[in-house]
Every structure is written in C-alpha cells, then in structure tokens.
C-alpha cells in the first residue's frame, strides 16, 4: 500500500472518531416553555425518528457548536415540513426552545436565510419561505431532503444531475494533460481498492468523493467546477441512511480504473462510456437512464 493510502485510511479512521454517536443531540436541551401548547406554536419535535438520527450524524460532521446544531436542526424542521411555508419564526420562542442566546438565533437564522429556507422582512418578521425559493443545490440542503420525507425524490434528482454533469466532465478531463491530477486520480482507486478489501467503507466513500471532485476539475470548465459539491454531496447520501457513503463492489472500483486508463490515452468517449457504465451501476441510477449502448 502506498503511503498515501495509509495516511488516508488513518486519517479517515481518526475523523469518524469525531462523530456524534447515539443520543449526543440529545444533550441539546430543550426548555419546556409554558406556550408551548399554544394553537400555531411551531412543532419543535420531529415525528421521524430516523430524522432524527441523520442529525446527529451531520451534526457531528460539521461540529457540535450551538450555532452548527441550531442551523442542523431548524434546516432538517423546514425541509422535512415540520415547520411549514410561510410559519412565522420567533427568535426568542426559538431562543427559549433550545437554551440558545439571541446572538446564536440571530446568526443561525441568516444562514439559513442565505439558503433561502427562511426570509426576514422589517415589520413581517422571519418567515419560512416555499420550496420553489429553497437553494436546492446546497449541500446542506441536498442532504436534509435526502434523509427526510423527500429522500426518494431526492435521490432520483441527484442521480439524474451527475448522469448529465460527469460523463460530460469524463470527456472533457481527457483533454487535459495534467498528469499531476491523474496520478491523483490513479491513487483515490489504490485508496479505494485497499480499503475495501479491509471492509473501511468510509475511506472508500472519501476516497471516491475525492475522485469525482478531482476529475470535474480536470474538465477544464469552471461552471462544471462549481457543481462539484453536488456530486460530493450525492456521493454522501447515495448509499443510505444506514451507510451515508457509496457501496463498495468489484464492479464499482473496475469503472473507476477503466476511466484513469482512458484519461491517461487521452480518449475521452472512453472516459464518457465507462462513467455512464459506473453511474448505472447503482440501482436508483438504472430506474431513471438506460444503461449505455455499446457502439
């Protein structure tokens, strides 16, 4: 194994240390306000208990700061349509409700804001916005929709996205002599490769995030560049609640080395055919496209 998959695969290890485990959000208080049942209060508490277990995973991804969690929270609320369009958003109400400080509301709120979730109007207050306002390519956002009620929508939209953006990108890449980057490439299948014939599914998933991010920016094209953290963000749900990574299979790890060798002889409807070869191989991508037809 190179050194570079040894770093890799023990930083990866060191990383899902960090993670929040069961019942760390948890600790995240909530404070039983006496208005609490009053008619229209919003429903702080989610119904979907695997809601809930996704965002103590994501929670756990970006750190546990009051801030981190509050965004966490509030976002997966909106997405999941617990808190409803057009529901009013009181900062103290949601201040009292989770034992934060006007300051840590106010900043979530703007970020929030900036996904477009929710708008703040003078005399109006803050309000949740429609879907059709949401900034659905936010990753924050791609990943709520994908763990609450609209997970199979979200999938099949995601999956239908990189069918159109990478083959693209595939083809382009192999254009691009650069060999730093393909070597690069080459190494995220080793990384792959090693790890899963060690069962790590979580560095294969970081390995074959960086893969795909690697090889949009090899194409060359910087408005493809800019959704390369849509793809990174499919990768990261595409496998599940249960895993949030990719499966790591034979056939998977194959696709990958067939596109490094087509890039290496610069033959870029070779790259296209096999990324559309290694989109298909997952089952929610061959519900949408056909597979590939050999020419």
Known sequence: MSTLAQTMMTAARSAD???????????????????ADRVGAPAWESADPELGRVGRRAAGSRGRGLHGQLVQQLG???VSGDLGADRPLVPEEIGQRFEVSRTVVRESL???????????RPNVGTRVRPVSDWNLLDPDIIEWRAFGPQRDDQRRELSELRW????????LAAGHGREEVQQRLGDMVEIMSHSMAQGDSLTFSR??????SLLIQLAGNRMLEHLSGIVSAALQVSGGPVTGCDRPND???AHHARIVEALRAADGAAAETAMRQLLTVHPEVERVVPAPREH
Request: hydrophobic content about 45%; glycine content about 10%; cysteine-free.
């Open 164 to 171: 159109t953006i990478e083959p693209l990108a595939a083809r």
């Open 251 to 253: 056939v998977s790890l």
């Open 110 to 120: 703007r970020v929030l804001e900036a996904k477009g979730l929710v708008s703040a």
């Open 17 to 35: 240390s960090g993670l929040a485990g069961p019942g760390e959000l948890d600790r995240y208080p909530y404070a039983e306000a006496s208005g």
């Open 207 to 212: 390995a074959d995030a960086e893969f795909h």
């Open 76 to 78: 997966q609320m909106i």
